[in-house]
Each structure stands twice: as structure tokens, then as C-alpha cells.
């Protein structure tokens, strides 16, 4: 099988490591990196031997795959050209600002019978790799995901930087339609909402509180499901996976014995564990496990956040 001819549009500070990853794969050939900064797209592609270029459009039709890490508001027209040109398109989340952008993203994809993946890159988090099929859906879901504050991201929410992270997973965890939402948050450093808490009530009965900082003074990034006779705990940051469930005997009287299983995974390369699926998917025809509609799926639950917010 040749070589996939892939690029990657944006060499931003997520842009570069797309470039890394794309280079180590042996079924890959990072031909181009694109930037409007033409030093910046320079020292990337002088990196891993590719072609530096500053604008896109002259790579429509001679790349097979590409990343597109540019910003959000620019998701929809760089994905949408490049799903035109038959390019197999991972655009980082949120998939794009609207929902009807992402109907169209999602269309032209089907179309023309092409991969495309949302940058979810949380899901490719060892811990939650780690959890399989859930048989036992959750009851009640807790997520915490509190970050410094940071001013790469302020052009968008904090729901749309943070938050939209926990909503992706859960809204595929629970796999049950959202039947209510109701948000609150505030602005403290920015002129958007810094902090914001959102409880999700789902079609069967699920309950998920949210919350999302990046404000805090601590770095923490974690998830709590409790579910009939078990409690799972992931933690993000630390890559630890806890499991507390009822076992043999009493530790009461009828008040079973709880028994844990703790697994700490090591440090491993999300990303480069995401870009594997896109090349992945690519090769094999199989549907990404952050497609085009668990985006819009995400994007949609995390607008009608902010809209409660404002």
C-alpha cells in the first residue's frame, strides 16, 4: 500500500506536534505544512523535510489526508475545501462554529464517501481508552476539569475550550438524547464566560453535572460515573482508572463488601493514538470514533450551554 500524502493546515502550537506525529508514521508522508506566518511554516516543514507553504489552496487535490488546526472560526471553509478536493480531513474540536457548518462538513464527507474526524483528543486518553463498553450505563455523572489560566485559548468559552472535552465523552458514554439543560458561569479575566457549570438530564434518566475553570489555581481533569452496585473514577491528568464495585460479603449487615480495581496507565501519545485512528480509518473504511456527527453532537450540546450562560 502507497504512502498516504498527508499535510497539516495551521503550524500553531498544535499544529507542530500534528506535523511530528504525521512524520513518524511509516504509513505517511508529510508532504506540506501550511501557515500565513511563512517563518513559522518554515521552521516546521525544514523539521520533517516537507514543503512550506502559506496558503492552502495550492494543495487541493494533491494530498490525500490533512489536519486542520487553524482557528475555529476558520474550520468550516478549510474543511469543507479540502472534503471537495477528496482529502480525508481530522480538524481539531469544536468541529466548527456553527451546527449548520457542521451539517455541511458532515454531507460533503458522506458524499464523497471520505473520513472525517473531530479532534476530540481527550478520547484517546489512556484512562478512557482503558474503560471498553459500558454495559451498565451510568445513573449519575460528576466531571471536573479546572486549568490555569492560559491566554492561547480566549476566543472562544470556556465551554467551548474545556468544557466541550467532558460533553463529548459523556454525550457518547450515556448514548441517550439531552432532555434538559440548565447552565450557569461568568466571565472574571476575559470579556467570556471563565467558569461555567452545566447539568445535562438525559431522555433515560442520566444526570451529568459539569464543570469547567480555567481560572483555577490547580490543574485538575476529572470524571466520576456512579452506576447500579458500581463507581467509576477517571483522572485525566494522572491517567488512573478506578473502579469501586459491590463484592462477596458484608461490610454491614446487608451493606455488601466494596471491592476496587485501580489501573494506572503510562504517559502514552494521545495524539499520536489519534492521528494512528484517522490513518487508520482512512485504510480500512471504518467510521472514527470521534466522527463528523459525535462533533455536532458536542458542538450542539456545548451552543446551547453558552446560550443559557448569556
Known amino acids: 500500500m502507497s504512502k498516504l500524502k498527508c499535510a497539516v493546515i495551521g503550524t500553531g502550537y498544535l499544529g507542530k506536534f500534528h506535523a511530528e506525529k504525521y512524520a513518524s508514521l511509516p504509513d505517511c508522508e508529510l508532504v506540506a505544512v501550511v501557515d500565513i506566518n511563512e517563518q513559522a511554516a518554515k521552521e516546521v ?22 489536519s486542520i488546526v487553524v482557528p475555529t472560526t476558520l474550520h468550516h471553509q478549510v474543511s469543507k475545501d479540502f472534503l471537495n478536493a477528496g482529502a480525508h480531513v481530522l480538524v481539531e474540536k469544536p468541529i466548527t462554529v456553527t451546527v449548520e457548518e457542521a451539517d455541511d462538513l458532515i454531507a460533503i464527507a458522506k458524499q464523497n464517501d471520505l473520513v472525517l474526524q473531530v479532534g476530540h483528543l481527550e478520547r484517546f486518553n489512556p484512562a478512557v481508552m482503558g474503560l471498553g463498553d459500558l454495559e451498565d450505563k451510568p445513573l449519575f455523572i460528576e466531571s471536573h476539569r479546572l486549568s490555569p489560566f492560559n491566554p492561547r485559548a480566549n476566543d472562544v468559552s470556556v465551554v467551548l475550550d474545556l468544557m ?126 470521534v466522527s463528523g456527527e459525535a462533533g455536532r453532537r458536542a458542538l450542539a450540546t456545548a451552543i446551547e450551554i453558552t446560550k443559557l450562560l448569556h
Open 164 to 289: 466541550i472535552h467532558d460533553i463529548d465523552i459523556i454525550l457518547a458514554i450515556v448514548d441517550s438524547e439531552v432532555d434538559h439543560i440548565a447552565a450557569s458561569g461568568t466571565a472574571v479575566l476575559t470579556k467570556g464566560t471563565d467558569i461555567a457549570n452545566a447539568r445535562l438530564t438525559f431522555k433515560n434518566g442520566c444526570v451529568a453535572n459539569v464543570t469547567a475553570s480555567r481560572i483555577s489555581m490547580k490543574m485538575e481533569r476529572k470524571m466520576r460515573m456512579f452506576r447500579p452496585n458500581s463507581y467509576i473514577s477517571i483522572d485525566f491528568q494522572n491517567r488512573v482508572l478506578t473502579k469501586h464495585y459491590a463484592g462477596e460479603g458484608e461490610m454491614f449487615p446487608g451493606v455488601p463488601k466494596i471491592e476496587t480495581d485501580k489501573s494506572v496507565f503510562e504517559n502514552g501519545d494521545a495524539l499520536l493514538e489519534e492521528i494512528k485512528h484517522f490513518v487508520d480509518c482512512i485504510q480500512s473504511g471504518n467510521t472514527p470514533d
Open 45 to 66: 516543514a525544514e523539521k520533517h523535510g516537507a514543503e512550506a507553504l502559506t496558503d492552502y489552496q495550492s494543495l487541493l487535490g494533491k494530498v490525500d489526508a490533512v
